[in-house]
């Protein structure tokens, strides 16, 4: 997969009707994206009761995929998002090449990331802050546009976005080992590790990681030196979470 800036990829997804009618209409939350108001409410319980894991109420589907001509079929195809880009017709998706069928990739790619930008008309946010991120010398993820069609409907230009994932913490960090968790509205308290969200097979499914770091922070007291130290021993681990929650501050995906 490229992620020429210059190059604008076309990628066309095939699925069966009924289950694209399905995902589009998917929320986390459970309700479909059209009974707004439920939805409104499963976000303000689960907000107040960090103790327990966001649900996940998108399904995977499958479907053939076709990036620039190459073609691979029996893909697993998802909604993806947390709520402002859940209210389109053109979902946000996640691809997953090896899903249905062990060991298929595209190239060394097996995890395809493709954010709607609902809330950005410009279609630009996204990649802009993650080249921004880069020059400045930080582990920012890749990122290029891609006109996307599913089931020969146009629904517009994507953000592909380079899935932050093994692959991507071997390009980074020069290996894909330690542990990588995802956060969506969550702290480091203990009353909240749960709401992270583990991502890679060798990641510690305990969260234990998370917990040294939430002591540490408990036990730290608010004077610069402190603070300064403690920001030392974080190191990339807050850079890297500072990168993730800027790309989804500004376009929502």
């Not at 395809?112 to 880069?134: G, M, S």
């Amino acid at each position: 997969m490229t992620f020429n800036t210059n190059h604008m990829l076309c990628i066309h997804l095939e699925m069966n009707a009924s289950d694209f009618e399905q995902m589009r209409n998917e929320s986390r939350f459970g309700p479909k994206r059209q009974q707004w108001a439920t939805l409104w409410t499963g976000l303000l319980l689960q907000a107040n009761q960090c103790d327990v894991p966001y649900p996940s109420q998108f399904n995977w589907y499958a479907g053939n995929i076709t990036i620039d001509g190459l073609s691979l079929d029996n893909v697993g195809v998802r909604k993806k998002g947390f709520l402002g880009s859940i209210f389109s017709d053109a979902p946000s998706i996640k691809t997953s090449t090896n899903k249905y069928v062990r060991g298929q990739y595209l190239g060394r790619t097996a995890n395809i990331t493709l954010n709607n930008n609902a809330e950005d008309p410009t279609r630009l946010k996204t990649c802009l802050n993650t080249k921004v991120f880069e020059l400045a010398g930080y582990p920012a993820p890749r990122c290029n546009l891609a006109n996307v069609t599913i089931n020969s409907q146009p629904m517009g230009a994507y953000s592909h976005l380079e899935t932050i994932d093994q692959n991507f913490l071997q390009r980074q960090f020069g290996s894909d080992s330690g542990h990588l968790y995802k956060g969506q509205l969550v702290d480091f308290r203990e009353d909240c590790l749960l709401r992270w969200e583990r991502k890679t097979e060798q990641t510690n499914r305990l969260g234990q990681p998370l917990r040294a770091i939430a002591k540490t922070i408990s036990m730290s007291t608010s004077t610069p030196a402190t603070m300064t130290a403690l920001l030392l021993y974080l190191g990339d681990l807050i850079i890297l979470m500072m990168i993730t929650h800027h790309l989804k501050s500004t376009s929502r995906h």
